[in-house]
């Protein structure tokens, strides 16, 4: 298992910009597909984007299409969230995955909290 540690989060004005990193320890972070997901308060956990161990494969919440980005830098060990156009009920706590499969996820992250401001 690999531990992941997310950053990048914070307070923003709506409309603005942030981008969330999430590094992995551990030397098969490249051999695994990489997920973001948040939760708001009071709501379930939701996906948000994923991307293959190359980078060449993404996918996206519906909600999310066209504003954010995610990609990876297997060097760095690190998977990012580029998020822009940001909307108020973006604001959740955003936490990145290790994918096992299609339907399993571990090594979650202790989440970073992004807050989007009307």
């Known amino acids: 298992q690999v531990q992941l540690v997310e950053s990048g989060g914070g307070l923003v004005q709506a409309g603005g910009s942030l981008r969330l990193s999430c590094t992995a320890s551990?030397?098969?972070?490249?051999?695994?597909?990489m997920g973001w997901f948040r939760q708001a308060p009071g709501k379930e956990r939701m996906f948000v984007a994923a991307?293959?161990?190359?980078?060449?494969?993404?996918s996206y919440a519906d909600s999310v299409k066209g504003r954010f980005t995610v990609s990876r830098d297997n060097a760095k060990n690190t998977v990012y969230l580029q998020m822009n156009s940001l909307k108020p009920e973006d604001t959740a706590v955003y936490y990145c995955?290790?994918?096992?499969?299609?339907?399993?996820?571990?090594?979650w992250g202790q989440g970073t909290q992004v807050t989007v401001s009307s």
């Open positions: 551990g030397r098969t972070f490249s051999s695994y597909a």
């Open positions: 991307i293959n161990w190359s980078g060449g494969g993404t």
């Open positions: 995955a290790r994918r096992l499969s299609d339907t399993l996820w571990d090594s």
